[in-house]
């Protein structure tokens, strides 16, 4: 680092040169050799302090939190914004580069500009919670708050952490077993104050979704890994498949109920709204998910499930587990078990018909999810049980209620 009296503290924001080419960033750490930068672009670099030249430095403690404003627009679609925490409501923690939550959570109105004449968005936070933090009751917590207010609004959206997206989305699609209006999930990759992050694409697609004839709950999230396109998501039909990716949350066959293009929405399929909405948001917590392998051991499985009422077990191809398994199947069921069965594999139908392998886990009590996603499966399970008399719970688990056991499929990408 050239020594022009200029030394940058932790989380101040700098524009400095290294090997002829200009760039900019928050300082967030030096052990004397290296210094870590955190650039615009959201990605952290380090470079040796003897090749870095210092330009202008802002201190961090002009970086004030924004006072927080929960209404936006003055048109008269109404849109109730629930934010319950997740990346697209965190910041960059510039001491240690790490994204944390943050209640205030005002720096997301850059997402609906364009909108102000069409739309009055009421925004609350009902939660600051990271999504693998969260839990069935959240879930109904959740259910309870948009119970509340469903009446009042043209559509809701709620923000959320992507981890978990397709989970909570899952719970809210059976719980509001009627809708009268939509209710669309999303989050982002990036934390909002980052200057690439997908945060106001995904809100003013979410946005617009809610103010069309949709009757179900969705997900906004990007298409692909460009800003151009956002998609849609039946939530019961979509699932999280990347890591990092603008487009980690993809539909799983069936699943896009429309696509947003800068201002334009297309619908290709969906439910519309109802006249009534109707919430039933009891659910069975004493429910796994269970991972099958080649060292699965009957006996983990025994102790593992033995004390709950709801058992999905991630099988393998067509939904297979090994012979030594069956038996603990056949012994949980006739406990009082359900015992469901999904695939590993994602995509396609579970068929427990093929084989004689599936034909003795059958025998044995496994229910066959057909079509259902694994969380699709254990949420849903959860919802049919707490609702529905016992007899009746492989007819209602197996029924299509939300396009989420659909009769065809339609793989993404083929």
């Not at 077993?177 to 980052?194: A, F, H, M, N």
């Not at 051991?297 to 297979?320: C, F, N, Q, Y």
Request: hydrophobic share 35%.
């Amino acid at each position: 680092m050239q020594d022009n009296g200029k030394k940058p503290s932790f989380g101040d924001a700098i524009k400095f040169r290294i090997n002829g080419k200009d760039l900019s960033g928050r300082f967030i750490s030096s052990d004397g050799e290296l210094a870590v930068i955190k650039l615009d672009s959201g990605y952290n670099i380090s470079v040796p302090l003897d090749e870095i030249d210092i330009g202008e430095i802002r201190s961090n403690e002009s970086r004030k939190e924004v006072e927080y404003n929960d209404t936006f627009g003055t048109g008269d679609k109404k849109i109730l914004m629930l934010h319950t925490g997740g990346t697209i409501a965190s910041r960059v923690d510039y001491l240690t580069g790490a994204v944390s939550p943050v209640r205030d959570i005002g720096f997301l109105r850059p997402g609906l500009r364009g909108l102000e004449k069409s739309i009055t968005v009421q925004s609350r936070i009902i939660g600051n919670i990271l999504s693998e933090n969260m839990t069935p009751q959240d879930w109904i917590n959740i259910s309870n708050e948009i119970w509340k207010e469903i009446h009042n609004y043209d559509g809701i959206i709620v923000t959320h952490g992507t981890d978990t997206m397709t989970y909570t989305g899952s719970a809210l699609s059976f719980m509001f077993e009627k809708l009268s209006v939509p209710i669309i999930l999303t989050g982002s990759q990036r934390s909002s104050d980052r200057p690439s992050s997908d945060s106001f694409l995904n809100i003013g697609a979410a946005i617009r979704a809610a103010l069309e004839d949709i009757g179900e709950v969705c997900i906004s999230m990007h298409s692909d890994l460009s800003d151009e396109s956002i998609n849609i998501i039946r939530a019961v039909r979509a699932r999280k498949m990347h890591t990092s990716r603008r487009n980690a949350i993809r539909s799983m066959g069936s699943g896009i109920v429309a696509n947003v293009s800068g201002d334009h929405l297309t619908m290709h399929e969906h439910l519309s709204r109802n006249k009534e909405s109707i919430l039933k948001n009891k659910l069975e917590k004493r429910a796994s998910l269970y991972y099958f392998s080649p060292v699965s051991d009957p006996e983990e499985l025994i102790s593992t499930l033995r004390d709950k009422k709801i058992a999905v077990i991630m099988a393998t191809g067509l939904g297979h587990v090994a012979e030594r398994i069956i038996g603990p199947i056949r012994e949980l069921s006739e406990s009082g078990v359900r015992v469901i069965i999904t695939s590993q594999t994602i995509n396609g139908m579970v068929d427990l018909d093929v084989y004689s392998t599936g034909r003795k886990m059958k025998s044995a009590g496994a229910i066959s999810a057909q079509r259902i996603l694994p969380e699709v499966a254990l949420v849903k399970a959860m919802w049919v049980y707490a609702n529905y008399p016992e007899s009746e719970f492989t007819e209602r688990f197996q029924e299509n209620m939300r396009g989420e056991n659909p009769g065809r499929e339609i793989i993404e990408g083929s």
